[in-house]
């Protein structure tokens, strides 16, 4: 409850509202180095790409063994470590539209084998005109490099993703090049990437130690860099290889194995990737595109209406931004779907908090931002998900979220409705507060604006 006034006339809260129901005061954002951010956010890529979790992870772990195996020098191997964890940053952004159109789900596109040939991706899809999908699976590299160029990563990172769907025959895309006119970066991610999805297909480690040389063999010399391919099988020799495969702390060990260079941690490249990954997130809907941002301004003016000190707001911020990462593992057409969603859907949309907490909870210092974003869709009466929580049990800075994500849902175009005036968005906020809402937080929020 509001028990004081701050200099300015703004409402201040009592330490025991700011803790409810943590145990202290939130700190400031934690800075972070960009193989942290890259190695949690990639999580969030497996979910977009229907890959099991840590997909991204493991291909990294092969490929940075094999830019060592090679002696790659510092530039390239750094493009090979980040290139491999973000390799797939530009699914999203090539899918959502025609996956929305054609009523299908990423995994369809891009779940299979990497190098998946055109021929066969037309076998496996019913469409008569599948132009637009081949559109989308030959764009994701070129988008992928522009996403890593905006996450201010060097440009060798983002050139070995442009091509790490080039084919050693010459017959892959986007430009058709071949062999070692391939940039050996987008070589080493591309025999990486391969390799791991033959691994995942098996039925066990030892099985997948056993047919790794002859599942790959038909890819060299035609997808893939014979003498990469030789190097991975020599490495996969090793028991110490299969074991760091699959031990369960594998970001630990590419946090060991991370570029020397990068060491320096940086509250602005937390903020940078954070601002990237939510327009990601917000590709998935369409009507959605902008929609994080909103919400981020919005819960930043509520938490500064409240007189949160400067750190305190900067997470909520954060935390506004990526509330939604989970949206990445929900397919764009139940995004987008304007009638009401099955339950089987239903169920699939709730799990998005759960995602978003998963990959927040892989950032050091994030657990509290994780905490929050878990519980936006809880309610104070109870009434929400995922664990029907009510008024007490919900920190203050859920109920910041959820008031700013429902005030930038409703003045926005929405895939049955047109966005509405703020004036229209307030009376609606007006009559969810005790219910959906956190009443106060409501009336703050609309003196704010």
Not at 260 to 282: G, Q, T, Y
Request: overall charge negative; charged content about 25%.
């Amino acid at each position: 409850m509001v028990s004081e006034s701050h200099p300015s006339g703004r409402p201040v809260l009592t330490l025991d509202e700011l803790a409810r129901p943590l145990t202290h005061r939130p700190e400031r954002l934690h800075a972070l180095t960009a193989s942290e951010l890259a190695v949690a956010f990639s999580l969030g890529l497996d979910l977009a790409e229907g890959k099991a979790v840590g997909h991204a992870q493991r291909v990294c772990y092969i490929a940075t063994l094999l830019a060592d195996a090679l002696a790659l020098d510092a530039p390239a191997r750094n493009a090979v470590y980040f290139g491999a964890l973000l390799h797939d940053v530009g699914v999203t952004l090539a899918a959502s539209d025609i996956c929305r159109v054609a009523g299908i789900d990423e995994d369809t596109i891009f779940g299979p084998a990497p190098l998946k040939s055109v021929e066969e991706l037309r076998a496996d899809l019913t469409f008569a005109d599948l132009s637009a999908v081949v559109d989308a699976v030959q764009q994701h590299s070129l988008l992928g490099a522009e996403t890593l160029r905006a996450l201010d990563l060097p440009d060798e990172v983002a050139a070995g993703v442009a091509a790490h769907h080039e084919r050693w025959d010459g017959f892959g895309f986007p430009a058709g090049t071949a062999g070692e006119a391939i940039p050996l970066e987008a070589r080493v991610i591309a025999v990486a990437d391969t390799a791991e999805s033959l691994i995942a297909a098996e039925s066990s480690s030892l099985a997948a130690r056993r047919r790794l040389a002859p599942a790959i063999g038909r890819y060299v010399a035609v997808t893939l860099d014979p003498a990469v391919v030789a190097r991975l099988l020599e490495l996969g020799q090793s028991d110490e290889f299969w074991l760091g495969l699959y031990a369960e702390d594998m970001p630990d060990t590419l946090h060991s194995l991370r570029p020397p260079a990068d060491s320096r941690k940086s509250r602005k490249r937390v903020l940078r990737f954070a601002e990237v990954f939510a327009d990601i997130a917000d590709a998935k809907g369409g009507h959605t595109v902008g929609h994080s941002r909103r919400t981020a301004d919005g819960a930043q003016k509520l938490a500064e209406a409240l007189a949160l000190d400067a750190g305190h707001v900067e997470m909520i911020r954060i935390a506004a931004l990526l509330h939604d990462i989970g949206l990445l593992g929900v397919p764009a057409r139940i995004m987008s779907k304007p009638d009401i969603l099955s339950v089987t859907e239903m169920q699939v949309m709730r799990q998005h908090p759960a995602n978003s907490e998963m990959v927040l909870q892989a950032l050091n210092g994030f657990e509290e931002i994780a905490f929050w974003v878990a519980r936006h869709h809880e309610r104070p009466d109870g009434k929400g998900y995922p664990e029907m929580l009510t008024g007490d049990e919900l920190p203050l800075e859920s109920r910041i979220l959820a008031v700013a994500d429902v005030y930038s849902a409703l003045t926005a175009e929405r895939a049955h409705r047109g966005a509405l005036l703020p004036a229209d968005a307030t009376r609606i906020l007006l009559g969810a507060a005790g219910t959906q809402l956190d009443p106060e937080l409501v009336r703050t929020f609309i003196a704010a604006l």
